[in-house]
């Protein structure tokens, strides 16, 4: 085999799998450690995979859009959030995320609950739902991402205990959740650290992307749910600190 015939195998195993370490490719081509390095520089400079020791992962990052870039009819979100708003239940007290998936969660929840939200849309999406309480969180209103953040909205955050809190997701790795906002990345742990169960949804276009700063690691996740199934770098992540994995695709079928 040549080459360019291992890099072509090797970008589809990517893609599929999200890494390829420099041992899978010396043993599944039968090639040495020098060949298999060589493979690895030329694979680096593909788009979407970036060369990391010992290995190569995906890297598909995303530019970050605004609310109103992000808020086109999308009927897979749609889908995902009306499951998440199932898991409600009579007298949950939740955290709601801002983001377009959990406005449209809102849309659809009707049971009575508490939600603490800082998504001027989800509060919106609320009004004239008399069963259930809102809970507005205080702060500055960012108008680039519709979200109210700020030292004041993480304090405020601090003051409450909820059953659930669903976080948004912004890109999904092997390091977890990371967003393009360190205010929005501390806002998402102060709700993950005051609720009993942290849920995020996603859709695959979020697996392995990566944006700048940290937020919820997977110790922190206890349910995430999708559109389909993650690649298997994800897969063992999930198992690894044994997240519940909810996969809509699954559920359809």
């Not at 599929?16 to 400079?45: P, Q």
């Not at 929840?109 to 800082?118: G, K, P, Y």
């Not at 994800?234 to 044994?242: K, S």
């Amino acid at each position: 085999m040549t080459q360019d015939e291992r890099l072509i195998e090797l970008a589809t195993y990517i893609r599929n799998h999200g890494k390829v370490t420099l041992e899978f490719i010396c043993e599944h081509f039968n090639i040495s450690y020098d060949s298999a390095r060589r493979d690895l520089v030329k694979l680096g400079s593909q788009p979407g995979i970036l060369r990391i020791r010992g290995g190569a992962i995906l890297n598909e990052s995303k530019s970050y859009l605004s609310f109103s870039q992000r808020s086109e009819p999308d009927p897979g979100k749609q889908q995902l959030a009306e499951f998440g708003a199932s898991l409600i239940e009579k007298n949950d007290v939740v955290f709601l995320d801002a983001g377009t998936t959990n406005s449209l969660l809102a849309s659809f929840l009707d049971v009575e609950s508490s939600v603490i939200t800082n998504s001027l849309e989800c509060v919106t999406e609320l009004t004239n739902k008399t069963q259930i309480r809102k809970c507005v969180l205080g702060g500055g209103f960012d108008d680039y991402s519709h979200t109210i953040l700020g030292e004041m909205t993480i304090e405020h955050i601090r003051k409450y205990r909820a059953n659930r809190a669903f976080i948004g997701v912004s890109a999904l790795s092997d390091a977890g959740i990371t967003t393009n906002s360190e205010m929005d990345a501390r806002l998402k742990l102060a709700m993950a650290e005051q609720s009993t169960q942290v849920i995020c949804i996603s859709t695959s276009a979020k697996f392995n992307t990566q944006l700048m700063y940290q937020s919820c690691g997977w110790e922190q996740i206890d349910c995430l749910i999708v559109d389909k199934k993650p690649p298997q770098n994800l897969l063992e992540q999930i198992e690894q600190h044994d997240v519940e994995l909810i996969m809509l695709d699954e559920i359809a079928s």
